[in-house]
Structure formats: structure tokens, C-alpha cells
């Protein structure tokens, strides 16, 4: 079955630290994509990265990046120089193909607590 | 500006009641989903559905059903047969595809009291 394994409940780092979220998904698919999302505290999932599996390039976005390795099937993400407002939950997702469409199934999800 | 609204933010439900959550959106998506979350659980899937009058179970469904009458509404009823409704439920939409991310609405915090 699909899974999506986030190890990290969670991480608390002090302001200007790197950081870097685990993730770590199986699927029996060829082709699939991976996501990550951000929940802060008002709870409402922001999209953040988009990965199709052949596409392994790593991909940075100001101060964010994300590692994807499809050998070790993990879709890490960075975030350099942490600030407070990158305090929230951390989503890893994958797509997964039903017969009557596709959903995403999520990862437990990572508590990231950035003080200052 | 388009979006999925869901309603209310917080509902309280007494045990043994039905209750029914609203999820709205004026995207044109096709296809809309039901999550729920609970502490360190995750988001879990409830139902989705990718078009009008048609719709799946997803990994916990069971004491909860949907309808899809519309292509902008996708509402979520907590029946008396689901056991522990306390939780965070979510909705969200796509465009029909496995390559699309999905919108989120902003929650509806449901308590059992």
C-alpha cells in the first residue's frame, strides 16, 4: 500500500538555523507526485511544492529547497535561515491512484517551532 | 477572488445527532475531497468525488457520508454512527489529474459535547 512516512514529530530550532524536514514515501507506482504542504496555526493548507517522479532535480525557492531522491524514495525539504513565521506543521503527501480517480495520502506531519 | 468556503469554523454537536458540514468552492474544480484531522494523526480521507453525482469512500468512512448535487458543493454529514466525531475536518479541491495539488478550505473544528 502507498505510505508516506514523516519520522520528525517535531523540531524546535532558535532563528537563523537550517533545518530540514524528513520524508520518506513507498508506492508501487512508476509514475506519481509527491507534495508538501504547510498548516500554520489558523489551519488552512498552504501548497508549497509540486514533485513528479521524473523529475529528480532538487528545486529552490528563496529560502526553501527540496531534495528529491528516488533511490532511497525521499522528498526532503530545507528550510535555510528559519524565521518565527515559518512556525506550523509540515505536510509530505502523495498522489495515489483509485480506480474512480486519485487522492492525496499525507504523512503525519512534522510540528516545526522556530523561536526567536 | 475564488476559493472553498467551509462552514462554520466550530460546530458542537451533541452525541446521537447528525450533523452536516459545508464545503463550498468557485474554482471549477472537478473534483473535491473530505480530510479529517486529529492530533499526530495526519489528514485522513473521508470521501472524494471527481464529478457531479458520483462519489468514493476513502480510508474512513464509515459513520459519515457526502453528496455531490453540485459541482461547487460537496457537503459532509457526521451521522450518530461515527464514533469519535471530534476532530478537524477539511476540505479541498483539484483539478482532476494526479498531477494537480489540491486547495484546502480553512476548517471546520467539530466537538462532540
Known amino acids: 500500500a502507498q505510505k508516506v512516512t514523516q519520522a520528525q514529530t517535531e523540531i524546535s530550532v532558535v532563528e537563523k538555523e537550517d533545518v530540514t524536514l524528513d520524508c520518506v514515501y513507498e508506492t508501487r507506482d512508476t509514475t506519481y507526485y509527491l507534495f508538501w504542504y504547510k498548516q500554520p496555526p489558523s489551519g488552512e493548507l498552504v501548497f508549497l511544492i509540486r514533485r513528479n517522479s521524473f523529475d529528480e532535480q532538487n528545486e529552490i525557492s528563496g529560502r526553501y529547497s527540496w531534495n528529491f531522491q528516488k533511490s532511497t524514495s525521499s522528498f526532503n525539504f530545507t528550510i535555510t535561515a528559519s524565521q518565527v513565521v515559518d512556525s506550523a506543521v509540515y505536510f509530505c503527501?502523495?498522489?495515489?491512484?483509485?480506480?474512480?480517480?486519485?487522492?492525496?495520502?499525507f504523512g503525519k506531519g512534522t510540528t516545526l517551532s522556530v523561536s526567536s | 477572488d475564488g476559493g472553498i468556503t467551509q462552514s462554520p469554523k466550530y460546530l458542537f454537536r451533541k452525541e446521537g445527532q447528525n450533523v452536516t458540514l459545508s464545503c463550498e468552492q468557485n474554482l471549477n474544480h472537478d473534483a473535491m475531497y473530505w480530510y479529517r484531522q486529529d492530533p499526530g494523526q495526519g489528514l485522513r480521507l473521508i470521501y472524494y468525488?471527481?464529478?457531479?453525482?458520483?462519489?468514493q469512500k476513502g480510508d474512513i468512512a464509515e459513520g459519515y457520508s457526502v453528496s455531490r448535487e453540485k459541482k461547487e458543493s460537496f457537503p459532509l454529514t457526521v451521522t450518530s454512527a461515527q464514533k469519535n466525531p471530534t476532530a478537524f475536518y477539511l476540505c479541498?479541491?483539484?483539478?482532476?489529474?494526479?498531477?494537480?495539488?489540491?486547495?484546502f478550505g480553512s476548517g471546520t473544528r467539530l466537538t462532540v459535547v
Open positions: 503527501a502523495l498522489s495515489e491512484v483509485h480506480q474512480a480517480g486519485t487522492a492525496l495520502i
Open positions: 479541498a479541491s483539484s483539478i482532476s489529474g494526479q498531477d494537480y495539488g489540491y486547495t
Open positions: 468525488s471527481q464529478i457531479v453525482n458520483d462519489f
